[in-house]
Structures are given as C-alpha cells and as structure tokens.
C-alpha cells in the first residue's frame, strides 16, 4: 500500500502522507502512514478481520472506529488487549488478532458458534457443578479457553505518574458543544481546562456532515479551533479521558502515561452520543460497521470503507452520510430508511440525482458473508420489529448502520444524575444534576448544529453566574428538533445471531430468556447474562437491552432503565493508580546551609533533611564521627520538620488530656511531657512532647510524617466535642534546630541572656521563651539523642540566622553539625522508639513498655478502653533491645526473629555504636524470649542465624546523668 492508494487530500485529517510506517500484522508485512490508527492501517491494506469474539469465536471488524467497542482487540507484544482503532500505529510495530485457534482467518473454535443452541445464557450457572466432581474436569478446559489476549510475564512496566491540575471550569468533551462552552467561559475571563478523549479537537466536526453541501462542518470547525488553540485562558488535554466525576468535581484524566487529578469550581460535560446499532441477523459481520464509522474513515484517515455500500438509517444523518460516501468514490446501492420518510425532504432528491436508490419503511433483515459482508437482505417493516415475507438481496461489502444516538451519559450519572427515556418519542433526559454540573450538546439531547453551539455558550454563561464571572444568565431560543432514535430497531430472526451485545456474543435470544427465568430487572438480567459486562461498558447494548427487557415485561424502557454507571469509563491500568504519586517537596529554611555543608540529603515524609554530612561512600564512618562529637563536645541538628501544633484556649488541657494517654490538666507552666497517642483501638499511632507556655497555651510536637493525620484527629474529635479551643498547624511556620552535647549550654548562653540555663533554672523538661540572637525563641529541654540539649524554635523566616548565630558562636566549642542518621543512632543508644518505625499497625504500649506513659486515674482518653482490654490478655510480642558483638553479621530492618522453626518476630533497627563497640539493635520477639541475657536467633542475609543478646534498654547512660546535667 502506498500513500496514492489513499483518498485524495483535503480527506485524511490526521494522517502524513509523506511519513509511510512499516509494520506487521500476523507474520505479514503491511505499510501504513504516520497518524494512522492500527486499524486504519489495516483496513487501507483491506484487512476487514481484526479479532474473533469472545464466546463463538466469530470474525469481527471495526464497528465505531472510535474506540467505543471491542471489536478492534488485537495483541502487542507487551501489551494485550489494545483497541487497534485507538492505537497510535508506529514503525516496526508487530501486531497480531487474538482469542483464535490455529489463525486468524481459519480460527478452529469458530466451530463453538455451532453450538450455540447448548450454550443459552447463563448455562454455565447450572452446567458446571453436576454431576459431583465434574468441576474439576471442567475447570482446565475453561481456563484455557477463557480470556483473549496473552499476557507478557517479562514486560518490564514503564514510567507512570500523576499530576494535580486546578481550573475554574473543566470541560468535558471538544466537539462543537464543548469549544464553543470552552470559548464563552475563556472569553469571560475564568480558567478553563478543556479534555477531549480522541487525538484532535472539534468532535463531530472532523468527521460529520452538516448540510447537503458539505462544507460547513469544516469551516466551523477552523473557526473554532483558531480562537480555541490561540486563547491565553484555555489549557487543551488532547487523548484524554476523564474517567470519572467525584464530588465536588473531582476528575480523574488520564493522558498517555500519567492520571491528572484535576479539581474544578464548574463542570460541563459536553461528551456527545454513541452512535446505535441496529439489531438484525449476522450484525457483528466484518463489513457491518455504524455510518459513523465509515464517516471517521473517509475524513480522518482517507481509507475508502468499501467499494459497494447499503446504508441502514432511523435518522436524516444517514442521507447525507450516503453523500459522503458517494464523494468517496463509494457505490452506494442503496440507502434504507427505517421510517417511512426523512425528516428534510430534499435528501432524498439530492440521492435520487445521484443514482442511489431508496428504501422507506424497510430494514436489513440479514447480513450475509461468512468472514466478510457480501450481500444484505432488504425487507419491509410490517409492525414493530416484524418484517415482510418479501426479500430483496442487494449485493454489497459495507452497511453502514445508525438507529440513533444515546447520550454519554456515564460521567453524569456517576455524579447522580438520572436518565430518562420516552418511548414516545424515543429521546432521552437528564436530571437531578449536582450544583456546578452542567451539560450541553446532544449529551443533553441537542443534535441540530445551531443548537449545538448555543447549548455550549448558555452552559458556559450558568457555570460563569456561579463562578462570579457574569451578573445573568439569558437562555435563547432553540431551534426545533428532529427526532434521531428510531424507536424499535430490533429485528429477531428465527435463526438468531441478531447480536445486541458484540463483547459479550449475546443474541435477542439471550436477552428474551433472561427474563422468561425471572429476571425482570434491567441490573439483574446483566449480572445472569453479562450484558454490557465487556469492554464495550454497554455503550452500544444498553439501550437495545432495556427495550427487549421492558417489552418482555410488560413495561417501558423508562420505567425500566438502563444498568447502572459506574468509574472507570474506560478501562485503567494498574498502572495509573500504582503509578509514581504526587510527590510533595519541602525543603527547611535551613536547607542551602546543608547543602554548604557537604550534607547528604534524604527524604523525611515531604520533607528532604540531612541523613549526615559527608561523602556516600563514607556513610558510616561520617555517623559514627558525628555521633562521638554529640556525646563528647556538641553538635547540632535542623529539627524543622518535627511537627507543631498550636492548641490554645480555656479547654486546651481537656482537649489534650482526651487526646493522649498521660495526664495534661495539672501539668505545670514551664514544663514539657511527653505525649503519646493511641487510636480507638489501642494502637500507639503518634508520640511527642507536649510543652505547656501559659494556662491556655500548649505547643505539641508530633512525628515529621504524622503530623498532618494528628492535626487531622484532633479537628475530627473536637467538631464532636465541640471544646472551647483552637488548634493550628505551625509545622511550617517554625524553624528549629536541637542543640545537644556537653558544652551546648555553654554556647547557648553565648547567644540567649535573658533566660537562665542553669540547671536550677532551666531543668531538664522545662520550656521557656526568650531570645535566641536577638530572635524570638521557644525553648525547651529535652533529650532525645541522651545528652544535655536544648531545642530552640523560632519564626521560619530566622531559621538560616539561627543556624549562622549557633554556628559561629559554636566555633570556640568545635561544633559540628549532624544529620538525621545520626540522630537515628544515638537515640537507638538511649532506646527510643520511632513511631512507624519500631511500631506498626498493630503495636500496644503495652508491647513496647509504654505503660509508664498511661494516667490509668484518668477517665477517659481515645483507646482507653481497647488498652485495658490488651493489657488483660496475654502479651503476644514484645520489642526488646538487642546486641551481638563488633565484627558479626549485622541484621538489617525487617530480618526475621526465630524460635525453634518458626517466626517470632522481626528487627525494627539496628546499627553498629561505636559509642558502646557493639552491634544493637530493637527487634519484636516472643514475650518468654524478651528476658535481658537471654540469646535471641535471627536470620541475616544469605539465610545465616546469628544469636543476638537480649539487653535491658537503654544501652548508653541507663541514669539519664548526661540529659540531666
């Protein structure tokens, strides 16, 4: 094939002719061109047979060409299941068709399809349990048929991540409707962020005509797009799907490897309609394809769709697709209109002066072929769904077929929006939108063009009234529409395979029986028989399905409903959602001083903090100098990211005293305590100090990554307690450092003289405020790391000259500053615990000898209740300290605790000290192996035991002399 063979230009919208592309299709080499699809591809190479069904393994072509069924499923190498008319072709590509046996073209299961008579809906509910046992003879025969595609076991996923995205509008869909909605609202002045799914801009425009002259599509369209594409406030996500609706606007988009989670003040959903199928015998025939379709072919790829064409209508869009396919060069045998007469008289006289025969009140009773559509058989329609005797065969190798059109209604009823049909005319409504959700275009039932556009700009002016942007909002006048559905395009025949659900090989048949075993139910009917459970989502048998379910009982299609929406509307990998998150990147005030410094830089929660200063390669020995300068002169750590909370008014203390197990009410000014917190079950979730400033003022640490879900809890508790107290988040607004070391109080006083740091004055667990360098500073003693130390928070926008005023005044004293790894190791030394760290989902205070902190006088505090109850029951772990001697193998986090054969427990850290010249470490291990001295089996790398000992924590300083100097 070669790029002559191909309609002429101006048709081909999206494809290079100058850029051909070589690729394979089942073994065979095929040349498309840059911007085909694969199917499109394949079809100007005349390959009509892309994929089998997936029950009777029945020859299958494209059918929207828009991604909207599974008929196009073909297999990449790395990849199952792709929509080859949504598949970007690309060079050297190798494709091949799936769920066949032997080829494509002679598929040996094919035979199944004869079979069909043994195989009615929901056999294999009553077919497979009987007689006892016959499961498991019947289970390997079913899992080697089930499935389509073959996955690669040594695919090596590729990079995915997400993206946050805020706009004043978001609006859902680029076709007329949506640029024009897009335009008005961009016009106004608010920020608008436009998603379309396919890989250009203009919707129906691209591809559709509009008038007999078939010019104004076009030339709308490059107006539209000129404005669109050149405006300031229009931001424009081409092949993007929004996949769901979520309250308060919530839209998942996807666009090629990354998932924006796009918030939006107004919403408007301009998604369109599903062109419908007609349901008559051997439907799902290669050849049978919507007049959509065809239309996408002719201008969006310039393929010619076939050499001979029938066409099946319920609508006038037919007509003037006949014409389309007539300036293709396409015979067109016949065009076959379901109604007796079109709605716009003069289509018939323009097809009649070009030679195409039409057939009113008549239908395609059958497609015959048996891999690709050869002739149509041409009937009457006597009464609804029934056909004269009389037959007409027309020989052809396209039938482009439309019974109307559904509106995409799945974004609005996931937002609970209602959809409603009317038998009588056979047109659909929507209501009982959100606040905030508009919709406009044929979504909302609009399909003349003019109306199309004014639906756009109307929505626009309601979501601008909301945003503020505009003072009213004036609807104008429509012009009346024609009816677009034909009300019963179902036409069963005696031999069945009048297909209404393509994914799923579901006959009329299927449907009918469903409801003969007492299925009345429209969401029943689809869990019994799998109607509109495949790919398709139901896009083309949801409506034909609720007709057959509504008639066979005796109701309306309104009353009976279509099956429920739900997210995703098209189908996500895995990937999308386990894909790289959005990342949050802080950074302290103090953070070019580090990077000065040589600091190695680690991530903290959302924070990157110093893990030590120095050299990768030299990671342990830069610990280990850090930790002896700590315990030997004084060093000094950025402790910004430590959580702080602000928890001021007259029921401060009550607040904190239910919040935590210790006991606040009588804490005294001037002292700090330590806090820890459980949840309603009991496990330790949080711990940090909480230092009382004044009466009704109390500042609490938390944990660099907790603080958020803490800040969190206490809003929750207090909106149901109702306290009379304000807590505010003033993690970022602080910048801190923690001064530790023998001479820390002697550089301190260098730089603070209004506060007294004698030891008299100032003891270990006070808290006082004053100045830090002329800055003002809270300040409180406490002893983390096991020595003397002070931490000193100040307002963030001081933090780089705190740093410089302790670094300079320290040089007289050798200070050294020292990271978040060290930190680690010295207060592993004193055996603190880490929350998240040294605990899990599952820890009681109980488990590690935590009870100390609990005020069991206390009434009530969260998880007092669920921490009697573990305490009455006998321990199952318990986190002990450990040590093994310098020189062994030294366990790693999450190594394996053992007794006898079996697991007791895990290590939680370990590190080499050599402070104490020995390896040490915490690890959880059953409660009779918890006795200081005992030896304790754990499991390293390469599967060796070595045997730790038990030691009584802490392992430096067990008196707390050196904190409390």
Same mark, same amino acid.
């Given at each position: 094939?070669?790029?002559?063979?191909?309609? $002429?230009?101006?048709?081909?919208?999206?494809?290079?002719?100058?850029? #051909?592309?070589?690729?394979?299709?089942?073994?065979?080499?095929?040349?498309?061109?840059?911007? %085909?699809?694969?199917?499109?591809?394949?079809?100007?190479?005349?390959?009509?047979?892309?994929?089998?069904?997936?029950?009777?393994?029945?020859?299958?072509?494209?059918?929207?060409?828009?991604?909207?069924?599974?008929?196009?499923?073909?297999?990449?190498?790395?990849?199952?299941?792709?929509?080859?008319?949504? =598949?970007?072709?690309?060079?050297?590509?190798?494709?091949?068709?799936?769920?066949?046996?032997?080829?494509?073209?002679?598929?040996?299961?094919?035979?199944?399809?004869?079979?069909?008579?043994?195989?009615?809906?929901?056999?294999?509910?009553?077919?497979?349990?009987?007689?006892?046992?016959m499961w498991k003879i019947w289970e390997p025969l079913i899992r080697k048929k089930a499935g389509l595609g073959v996955l690669d076991l040594n695919f090596q996923p590729q990079y995915h991540d997400k993206a946050f995205l805020f706009t004043d509008l978001a609006v859902i869909g680029a076709g007329p409707a949506g640029l024009s909605a897009a335009l008005a609202a961009a016009n106004a002045g608010a920020k608008v962020l436009l998603i379309e799914q396919q890989p250009y801009l203009g919707g129906a425009l691209a591809w559709a005509r509009f008038d007999i002259e078939g010019q104004r599509g076009g030339q709308l369209r490059e107006e539209l797009l000129a404005a669109v594409e050149s405006h300031a406030n229009i931001r424009i996500l081409k092949d993007a799907t929004c996949n769901a609706w979520f309250t308060d606007?919530?839209?998942?988009?996807?666009?090629?490897?990354?998932?924006?989670?796009?918030?939006?003040? =107004?919403?408007?959903?301009?998604?369109?309609?599903?062109? =419908?199928?007609? /349901?008559?015998?051997?439907?799902?025939?290669?050849?049978?394809?919507?007049?959509?379709?065809?239309?996408?072919?002719?201008?969006?790829?310039?393929?010619?769709?076939?050499?001979?064409?029938?066409?099946?209508?319920?609508?006038?869009?037919?007509?003037?697709?006949?014409?389309?396919?007539?300036?293709?060069?396409?015979?067109?045998?016949?065009?076959?209109?379901?109604?007796?007469?079109?709605?716009?008289?003069?289509?018939?006289?323009?097809?009649?002066?070009?030679? &195409?025969?039409?057939?009113?009140?008549?239908?395609?009773?059958?497609?015959?072929?048996?891999?690709?559509?050869?002739?149509?058989?041409?009937?009457?329609?006597?009464?609804?769904?029934?056909?004269?005797?009389?037959?007409?065969? &027309?020989?052809?190798?396209?039938?482009?077929?439309?019974?109307?059109?559904?509106?995409?209604?799945?974004?609005?009823?996931?937002?609970?929006?209602?959809?409603?049909?009317?038998?009588?005319?056979?047109?659909?409504?929507?209501?009982?939108?959100?606040?905030?959700?508009?919709?406009?275009?044929? /979504?909302?039932?609009?399909?003349?063009?003019?109306?199309?556009?004014?639906?756009?700009?109307?929505?626009?002016?309601?979501?601008?009234?909301?945003?503020?942007?505009?003072?009213?909002?004036?609807?104008?006048?429509?012009?009346?529409?024609?009816?677009?559905?034909?009300?019963?395009?179902?036409?069963?025949?005696?031999?069945?395979?009048?297909?209404?659900?393509?994914?799923?090989?579901?006959?009329?048949?299927?449907?009918?029986?469903?409801?003969?075993?007492?299925?009345?139910?429209?969401?029943?009917?689809?869990?019994?028989?799998?109607?509109?459970?495949?790919?398709?989502?139901?896009?083309?048998?949801?409506?034909?399905?609720?007709?057959?379910?509504?008639?066979?009982?005796?109701?309306?299609?309104?009353?009976?409903?279509?099956?429920?929406?739900?997210?995703?509307?098209?189908?996500?990998?895995?990937?999308?959602?386990?894909?790289?998150?959005?990342?949050?990147?802080? +950074?302290?005030?103090?953070?070019?001083?580090?990077?000065?410094?040589?600091?190695?830089?680690? $991530?903290?929660?959302?924070?990157?903090?110093?893990?030590?200063?120095?050299?990768?390669?030299?990671?342990?020995?830069?610990?280990?100098?850090?930790?002896?300068?700590?315990?030997?002169?004084?060093?000094?750590?950025?402790?910004?990211?430590?959580?702080?909370?602000?928890?001021?008014?007259?029921?401060?203390?009550?607040?904190?005293?239910?919040?935590?197990?210790?006991?606040?009410?009588?804490? $005294?000014?001037?002292?700090?305590?330590?806090?820890?917190?459980?949840?309603?079950?009991?496990?330790?979730?949080?711990?940090?100090?909480?230092?009382?400033?004044?009466?009704?003022?109390?500042?609490?640490?938390?944990?660099?990554?907790? /603080?958020?879900?803490?800040?969190?809890?206490?809003?929750?508790?207090?909106?149901?307690?109702?306290? %009379?107290?304000?807590?505010?988040?003033?993690?970022?607004?602080?910048?801190?450092?923690?001064?530790?070391?023998?001479?820390?109080?002697?550089?301190?006083?260098?730089?603070?003289?209004?506060v007294d740091l004698s030891a008299e004055g100032f003891p270990y667990l006070g808290v006082r405020q004053g100045k830090v360098a002329g800055i003002p500073a809270r300040l409180l003693r406490v002893g983390f790391v096991g020595e003397l130390g002070y931490e000193i928070h100040v307002p963030a926008r001081y933090g780089e000259a705190l740093w410089d005023a302790l670094m300079e005044a320290g040089k007289a004293f050798d200070i050294r500053p020292f990271g978040v790894e060290t930190q680690r190791l010295l207060r592993l030394e004193k055996g603190h615990v880490i929350i998240s760290q040294d605990t899990d989902g599952m820890t009681s205070p109980a488990e590690i000898d935590m009870n100390w902190a609990i005020a069991r006088s206390k009434p009530f505090f969260i998880g007092k209740r669920s921490v009697e109850i573990?305490?009455?029951?006998?321990?199952?772990?318990?986190?002990?300290?450990?040590?093994?001697?310098?020189?062994?193998?030294?366990?790693?986090?999450?190594?394996?605790?053992?007794?006898? #054969?079996?697991?007791?427990?895990?290590?939680?850290?370990?590190?080499?000290?050599?402070?104490?010249?020995?390896?040490?470490?915490?690890?959880?291990?059953?409660?009779? +192996?918890?006795?200081?001295? +005992?030896?304790?089996?754990?499991?390293?790398?390469?599967?060796?035991?070595? +045997?730790?000992?038990?030691?009584?924590?802490?392992?430096?300083?067990?008196?707390?002399?050196?904190?409390?100097?």
């Open positions: 094939m070669s790029a002559q063979d191909r309609l $002429p230009a101006p048709l081909g919208l999206l494809i290079d002719r100058n850029a #051909p592309l070589t690729f394979q299709f089942d073994g065979k080499p095929l040349q498309g061109l840059a911007g %085909d699809s694969i199917a499109s591809a394949l079809l100007a190479n005349g390959r009509w047979l892309l994929s089998r069904s997936f029950k009777y393994h029945r020859p299958r072509g494209p059918l929207s060409m828009a991604g909207q069924d599974a008929n196009t499923l073909v297999q990449l190498p790395d990849e199952p299941n792709v929509l080859a008319d949504m =598949q970007p072709l690309a060079a050297g590509q190798t494709v091949t068709g799936q769920n066949y046996a032997g080829s494509l073209d002679k598929d040996r299961d094919a035979v199944l399809g004869h079979f069909s008579t043994f195989m009615p809906v929901g056999f294999y509910y009553r077919s497979f349990f009987k007689p006892k046992g606007h919530y839209l998942p988009v996807i666009q090629g490897n990354r998932l924006y989670k796009v918030r939006a003040r =107004q919403c408007i959903v301009a998604a369109g309609a599903f062109d =419908q199928p007609v /349901v008559f015998r051997n439907n799902d025939l290669p050849g049978v394809m919507l007049t959509s379709a065809a239309q996408r072919l002719i201008k969006l790829y310039a393929v010619k769709p076939g050499q001979r064409a029938v066409l099946l209508t319920g609508n006038d869009d037919g007509y003037l697709a006949a014409l389309d396919l007539h300036e293709a060069g396409v015979e067109v045998a016949a065009l076959v209109d379901m109604r007796s007469q079109p709605i716009e008289g003069r289509l018939v006289t323009a097809l009649q002066t070009r030679g &195409i025969t039409c057939h009113s009140a008549s239908t395609v009773y059958e497609a015959l072929g048996e891999r690709h559509l050869q002739a149509v058989d041409i009937r009457r329609i006597s009464a609804e769904g029934e056909v004269a005797p009389h037959s007409t065969r &027309i020989d052809c190798d396209l039938l482009c077929m439309s019974a109307g059109y559904m509106p995409v209604y799945q974004l609005l009823c996931q937002a609970g929006g209602k959809l409603a049909y009317d038998d009588a005319s056979a047109a659909f409504t929507l209501s009982g939108l959100p606040a905030g959700l508009q919709v406009a275009g044929s /979504v909302s039932g609009r399909h003349q063009l003019d109306n199309v556009l004014r639906d756009g700009s109307d929505a626009a002016s309601r979501a601008l009234l909301a945003l503020g942007l505009a003072s009213s909002s004036e609807a104008g006048d429509y012009l009346a529409e024609a009816p677009v559905n034909f009300p019963w395009p179902i036409f069963a025949h005696p031999k069945g395979k009048e297909f209404v659900d393509f994914d799923e090989d579901l006959q009329v048949r299927d449907i009918l029986n469903a409801t003969r075993h007492g299925y009345r139910d429209v969401q029943l009917v689809k869990r019994f028989s799998t109607v509109g459970m495949g790919p398709s989502q139901g896009r083309h048998s949801a409506l034909p399905t609720a007709r057959l379910v509504a008639k066979a009982t005796g109701r309306s299609v309104s009353e009976t409903g279509v099956t429920t929406a739900r997210p995703p509307f098209v189908a996500e990998k895995l990937a999308h959602i386990a894909g790289r998150g959005f990342d949050p990147y802080r +950074q302290t005030a103090m953070h070019q001083r580090h990077l000065e410094l040589g600091a190695k830089m680690m $991530p903290a929660g959302a924070w990157q903090r110093p893990a030590y200063y120095g050299k990768p390669e030299k990671r342990d020995a830069c610990m280990q100098a850090e930790t002896r300068h700590v315990r030997e002169k004084v060093g000094m750590i950025d402790v910004s990211t430590l959580g702080g909370l602000d928890v001021r008014g007259p029921d401060a203390a009550e607040l904190l005293n239910r919040l935590y197990t210790f006991a606040f009410s009588k804490q $005294p000014v001037g002292r700090s305590r330590y806090a820890l917190m459980t949840n309603e079950h009991g496990v330790v979730i949080d711990d940090g100090v909480c230092a009382r400033f004044a009466d009704r003022h109390f500042y609490v640490t938390a944990t660099t990554s907790g /603080v958020d879900r803490i800040y969190q809890q206490m809003l929750k508790w207090n909106a149901q307690w109702r306290l %009379d107290v304000d807590i505010t988040n003033i993690t970022a607004a602080l910048a801190a450092v923690n001064l530790a070391g023998p001479d820390s109080r002697q550089v301190l006083a260098t730089l603070c003289s209004d573990l305490e009455a029951q006998p321990l199952l772990r318990k986190l002990v300290g450990f040590s093994l001697p310098s020189g062994s193998a030294q366990p790693l986090e999450g190594h394996l605790v053992l007794k006898g #054969p079996d697991i007791s427990g895990n290590v939680t850290s370990c590190e080499y000290s050599q402070t104490l010249g020995q390896i040490i470490g915490l690890a959880y291990c059953a409660p009779d +192996q918890a006795t200081p001295g +005992q030896s304790l089996p754990i499991r390293v790398e390469g599967g060796a035991v070595v +045997q730790a000992t038990v030691v009584k924590l802490p392992f430096y300083d067990p008196d707390n002399q050196r904190q409390e100097l």
